[in-house]
C-alpha cells in the first residue's frame, strides 16, 4: 500500500499550477500534503540538483549534492518506482524514496516521496503469533532497509550471500544458511516498478 499511496500523492503534486515556475507554491502544497510521520516531499531537476524539501523552509540553502546517476534511468520514463537504499545529507539516516518523473513545462523533473529507513520498522509484522520470526526488508542490491526485531544496525549493511544468491535466481522460496546457521529463511521479491515492469 505504501508506494500506491507515495505514487498518488506525487501525481497529485505533479498537477499543480505552480509547477515549475513558482517553486514556493510547490513547496507550500507538499508540505500541507505530506502526513507528520517522517516522511518529506523533495523536487529534483533533471541533473539530479535539490529544487526544494519540505523537511527544511523553502528557500533553505539545500547541501545535498547532485546525483545525477540516480535520474538517468528516469529521464524518459513516466512510471513510478522505488530507489535503492542511499544517504541523507551527512549525519543523516539511510533512506529510500519514491520518485515520479514529471514532465513541466517541456522540462523534466523529479518528484519523491522519501522514508528514513526506520519508517518501515513500525509496518513490519508485530503479530503475536509471530513473535519468534524476524522479518527484514531488503532493497534491490539486498541491502538492508528495516528488520523486525532489532533493527536499529540493519540498515545500511548487506544481506547474506546465500539470500542474494536465491533472490537472483527466482522470485520466492526458502534458504537456510542466511544466519550463519541452519534456521530456515522463506524470502518473496515485490517489484521497484509500480506498474509491475522489471524488478
Partial sequence: REPASAETM?????SSP??????????????????????????????????????VPYGTVLDEPARPQRFD?????TQARFSRLEPARVGAELRVSVDLPVNAAGERYVLSRIYPASYFERLLPRHERAQDWTVALFDDDVMGIARNPGGRDFAGKPGPDSLRKAAAEKPEGRVTGHDGGETPALFVLFDCLLDGRGA
Fill in 18 to 55: 505552480h509547477l515549475p515556475q513558482e517553486l514556493a507554491g510547490v513547496h507550500q502544497q507538499a508540505g500541507a500534503m505530506r502526513p507528520a510521520d517522517g516522511t518529506s516531499i523533495a523536487l529534483y531537476d533533471a541533473q539530479g540538483r535539490q529544487l526544494l524539501d519540505t523537511r
Fill in 10 to 14: 506525487l501525481r497529485s503534486l505533479a
Fill in 73 to 77: 534511468d528516469l529521464a524518459t520514463d
